[in-house]
């Protein structure tokens, strides 16, 4: 993807505290970073932005991450999406890195410079044909 | 005192009972007429020791007697003892074999004075039951003792999950931290060059007073000189628990992962490799490696199993010393003995060996939670982690798990 493309990274996760800590390690980073905290708030940022990576956590109220990523999986397939957690049930996780549901696992916690290649990963991943 | 039989009756003719019980009763009953031939016979016939005496000679000729008089007399099991001045001795006796007490043990205790103080009957099958009830009990205790350690585990691993979270914002935000203040140092320092430039200029004269007044009361040149140390020290820290709770979700995910078909020496080779850095330098390891069969286990868990192991092996070892690891297949099981010549475990740590949180490692080399951890591990898969160890000399652990089929 091309420098001027917009890149907007969907953040998902139901603790607060977290999603602030994520905006501040991105912040001097070239992405616009949307965040949100549940499943529902997630999908209708997606209908409203183009996004381009969802990075969600697994476990949340309502709906967990694998669920939210599928339906966005269902949306639009080009968007990368990544569960980052610190549990997660693995037989499901395995389930959906091996049938494309997700593209990639990472473990909570991260140290912030991980993250940052994690990140530009994701992106160069977008177009890069997407996952499936 | 219980209604006496006929042969009781002889047996109370040349015997003072002080103490009796209704065990003996019933045992006697049973034995009924085999015994007869025993009761009401003079005592020296019996123990071919004198009737009286002081306790301390007669336990010395029950001692040199080898064994009773009577021809049926298997012998005496155990030696006498001595106490309260009475002598206790246990004497088995065999009966014709069509009986389902085939054995009389007798335990007879005798006063100075040659008195007999009671005669305690038991038969082989009354102390196989004994036996048998202790062995339960044993098993009971382990069985108690395994699910404590197992409940401890489901609560440390549910703690871990609920640390996580502000451990992950925790970890993300003390690395900003560190970032900014660096570049609040960056532009401190540039703010000093200025107040050089600008200190000829008589106005600026009481705000750079104020500055002075502020760094010298903020003790600026400490807090700019500690702020890297204290950073560093709180990530430390930080890092420090996020590998504690690493361990402790192991006891949530033992159940979770899909086993597959695993080679043991494979994995034994595995953490052999990435223990490599604590084993190369001290210890010289041997491996006797038999062939096995595979076995269903998640391999992840078994090399974990193996590195905490070997890496308190190596730990043990404090200059030079050899780590021996064997593997055979014993049947129904794999056996797999880790031996170390290293400082030994203490006695009274060896029960306490595998619960979480038990080290013995200074703060920060051990989490204490290596062993409980391997201990639910080796549970799951149906088998059992022991240790023997000697202070001093090197510790022997050994693990048992059993083959495809053995688990239920």
Redesign the interface.
């Known amino acids: 993807m091309s420098p001027q493309s917009p890149r907007t990274l969907l953040w998902v996760d139901d ?1 607060p ?2 999603l ?3 905006r ?2 991105l912040r001097t980073e070239p992405y616009t970073v949307l965040t949100a905290q549940s499943g529902a708030e997630a999908l209708a940022l997606i209908q409203q932005q183009k996004v381009q990576v969802v990075i969600s956590d697994y ?1 949340m109220p309502q709906m967990n991450g694998i669920e939210l990523l599928a339906e966005i999986k269902r949306i639009d397939p080009r968007i990368v999406r990544v569960i980052l957690s ?2 997660a ?3 499901s996780i395995e389930a959906a890195l091996r049938n494309g549901g997700i593209w990639r696992y990472l473990l ?6 991980d ?1 940052l290649a994690q990140v530009r990963e994701m992106f160069s991943h977008y177009g890069n044909g997407a996952p499936d | 005192m219980p209604q006496t039989s006929p042969e009781l009756t002889f047996l109370l003719a040349i015997a003072d009972l002080t103490t009796w019980n209704a065990d003996t009763q019933q045992i006697l009953d049973q034995f009924g007429h085999r015994t007869a031939a025993l009761i009401g016979q003079p005592l020296q016939d019996i123990m071919r020791v004198p009737a009286s005496g002081p306790p301390d000679e007669l336990a010395t000729q029950i001692c040199q007697s080898k064994k009773p008089a009577r021809s049926d007399a298997a012998g005496w099991l155990g030696v006498p003892i001595v106490e309260d001045g009475r002598v206790s001795v246990i004497a088995k006796f065999q009966t014709d074999g069509s009986h389902p007490l085939s054995e009389l043990t007798l335990q007879i205790l005798m006063s100075a004075s040659g008195q007999i103080g009671a005669f305690l009957a038991k038969d082989r099958a009354q102390r196989e039951a004994r036996e048998r009830f202790n062995e339960l009990r044993q098993a009971q205790e382990q069985l108690i003792q395994s699910e404590k350690l197992a409940s401890l585990g489901t609560i440390a691993a549910g703690v871990a999950h609920e640390i996580n979270n502000p451990l992950s914002f925790l970890l993300s935000n003390l690395q900003t931290l560190s970032n900014y203040v660096t570049k609040i140092e960056e532009v401190i320092r540039a703010y000093a060059e200025l107040e050089r430039y600008v200190s000829p200029h008589k106005d600026a004269r009481p705000l750079l007073d104020r500055i002075g007044e502020a760094k010298l009361h903020a003790d600026l040149e400490f807090i700019l000189g500690d702020h890297h140390d204290l950073l560093k020290e709180s990530l430390e820290g930080v890092n420090r628990i996020r590998e504690i709770v690493q361990s402790l979700k192991t006891f949530a995910r033992a159940n979770d992962e899909a086993p597959q078909e695993i080679d043991v020496n494979e994995c034994i080779l595995a953490a052999l490799r990435v223990a490599s850095n604590e084993l190369k330098y001290k210890c010289d390891v041997r491996k006797e490696l038999g062939e096995l069969p595979k076995i269903s286990a998640n391999p992840g868990h078994l090399l974990q199993v193996f590195m905490n192991i070997l890496i308190n092996a190596a730990q043990a070892i404090e200059s030079r010393g050899v780590v021996l690891i064997r593997t055979w297949n014993a049947g129904k099981t794999i056996r797999i003995t880790v031996t170390d010549t290293g400082s030994g475990i203490a006695p009274e740590n060896i029960s306490r060996l595998f619960l979480p949180f038990f080290t013995t490692k200074p703060v920060g080399k051990g989490t204490g939670l290596g062993l409980s951890v391997s201990y639910g591990i080796i549970k799951n898969l149906g088998g059992t982690i022991e240790v023997e160890s000697a202070l001093g000399k090197g510790s022997t652990f050994t693990i048992s798990l059993p083959l495809a089929g053995g688990v239920t």
């Open positions: 603790e505290n977290l602030k800590s994520y501040r390690t476990r610190g549990y049930d693995e037989a909570k916690p991260i140290d912030n410079p993250l």
